[in-house]
């Protein structure tokens, strides 16, 4: 069925469910999985204050050490399973572009995702990274709400 699964992160709660489900699900099908988290870009021109008070290197390292706490519950949960993981930090704008290249490079067969279930108004003001992976994945997407 499923031999490499895609699971995306950003340590919320809700990423936490959908880790604890993606990872079962591979437990359950003999499959690997590969964490994926993605942060932000240093930019030199931003609104953002945390790229505006750092320089270049200094926001790469915050960044690394986000990404570090991003995967600790997800290390701990495929660890307490058994699952063999691998883990993909990303620096990316687009969230859904890093996990949809890191889905192709790992030979992903399914990627799984939580949504955090906004709608109407909210969700088109702001988008959603679920969505667009959902439009724009060639592998199927196992959603967890």
């Keep these: 069925m499923y031999t490499k699964i895609l699971i995306a992160t950003d340590g919320s709660p809700l990423s936490v469910r959908a880790v604890e489900h993606g990872v079962a699900l591979a437990k359950a099908v003999g499959a690997s999985v590969c964490f994926v988290t993605v942060t932000d870009r240093f930019h030199i021109f931003s609104f953002?204050?945390?790229q505006l008070e750092a320089t270049r290197?200094?926001?790469?390292?915050?960044?690394?050490?986000?990404?570090?706490?991003?995967?600790?519950?997800?290390?701990?949960?495929?660890?307490?399973?058994?699952?063999?993981?691998?883990k993909v930090h990303l620096e990316e704008d687009e969230p859904y572009l890093g996990i949809l290249s890191t889905a192709e490079r790992q030979g992903c067969d399914l990627i799984v995702m939580a949504s955090h279930g906004r709608s109407g108004v909210s969700a088109l003001l702001l988008g959603s990274e679920t969505t667009k992976?959902?439009?724009?994945?060639?592998?199927?997407?196992?959603?967890?709400?």
Excluded: C, N, Y
């Design 48 to 50: 953002e204050t945390e």
């Design 57 to 86: 290197g200094t926001f790469r390292k915050e960044m690394r050490e986000q990404a570090v706490r991003r995967f600790t519950d997800a290390v701990r949960i495929a660890e307490a399973q058994g699952v063999p993981f691998t």
């Design 133 to 145: 992976v959902l439009t724009h994945s060639k592998i199927p997407v196992l959603v967890v709400r």
